[in-house]
């Protein structure tokens, strides 16, 4: 089993930065992928950023692309987003995610087995 717990949400202006943290306990041992999602309510859960642990390849959704930077910690076992340039259409719940298995797409939700429970981040005009 893998616990993730996420931290670092809040409310921010337009403009503003945030960084979101995703540790990770348990069994993590042989985490082929992580990644952050979003939703808002009435709407699917999206691809944020990927992230494949061994080759350390990265991807983005093109709306976040040059804002937002997905990385890890090995040593904390930490996953981090770090958010810049934040606009309104950013505000949503941010979940982190891990697959122990190839995903079909890191952006998929139906491809990772482990989540957290979310933390909110909401940006003003």
């Known amino acids: 089993q893998v616990q993730l717990v996420e931290s670092g949400g809040g409310s921010v202006q337009a403009g503003g930065s945030l960084r979101l943290s995703c540790v990770a306990s348990?069994?993590?041992?042989?985490?082929?992928?992580m990644a952050w999602f979003r939703q808002v309510p009435g709407k699917e859960r999206e691809g944020v950023a990927g992230?494949?642990?061994?080759?350390?390849?990265?991807d983005y959704a093109d709306s976040v692309k040059g804002r937002f930077t997905i990385s890890q910690d090995n040593a904390k076992n930490t996953l981090y987003l770090q958010m810049n340039s934040l606009k309104p259409d950013d505000t949503a719940m941010y979940y982190c995610a891990a697959a122990q298995s190839p995903p079909w797409s890191w952006s998929r939700p139906g491809d990772f087995g482990y989540w957290g429970q979310g933390t909110q981040v909401t940006v003003s005009s």
């Open positions: 348990g069994y993590t041992a042989n985490m082929f992928c």
């Open positions: 992230l494949y642990t061994g080759s350390g390849n990265k």
